[in-house]
């Protein structure tokens, strides 16, 4: 299974107490989106109990995980599932993984990039597009705000921005 079919649903942030369970830090929509899998990274690792922290993160043991030594070896592992493994979306709902890497346009046809990143500061999602670089300088990057206004329409081959918003 390569990268771009996988989704990092929260990363391990430490071992937490002596009995092998670890301290998550959550992604996405957080410990709902987590407890639908029992399984992660190929099957790596099998999710045997798991509750929230009360700080926004989560406590999981593994079966695979019976020691605070082996639970701090894992620190920094990310936990992901296929692609495919995820509940289907409802119209106008996105994975971030599938808007990073899609060629950017404008509303007008002019290319404008690709999609690099997806951010949220609080408000909504933020997409941030790299621009090609021209000859003998950086590439310069902009953002947009993901709503409809900005961002009228997206599908599996292309993001279009509207021209009001891109940095033209």
Same mark, same amino acid.
């Given at each position: 299974?390569?990268?771009a079919q996988t989704i990092t649903l929260a990363a391990i942030a430490g071992a937490h107490g002596v009995k092998g369970e670890v301290r998550l830090k959550l992604f996405g929509e957080g410990l709902p989106s987590l407890k639908q899998h029992k399984s992660f990274n190929e099957g790596t690792l099998t999710l045997a109990k798991?509750?929230?922290?009360?700080?926004g993160g989560a406590i999981a043991? /593994?079966?695979? @995980?019976s020691s605070r030594s082996d639970a701090e070896k894992l620190r920094g592992t990310v936990l992901a599932v296929a692609r495919d493994a995820l509940p289907p979306l409802a119209e106008g709902e996105y994975y971030h993984a599938d808007l990073i890497g899609l060629p950017a346009v404008s509303d007008t046809g002019e290319p404008l990039g690709r999609v690099v990143a997806v951010e949220n500061f609080g408000a909504s999602d933020i997409i941030e597009i790299e621009r090609p670089a021209e000859e003998g300088k950086?590439?310069?990057? /902009?953002m947009v705000p993901m709503r409809?206004?900005? @961002?009228?329409?997206?599908?599996?081959e292309r993001l279009v921005v509207s021209a009001? /918003?891109?940095d033209l």
């Open positions: 299974m390569s990268q798991l509750r929230d922290d009360g700080k043991r /593994f079966a695979e @995980v950086k590439p310069q990057r /902009f409809p206004e900005a @961002v009228p329409q997206w599908n599996a009001d /918003f891109a």
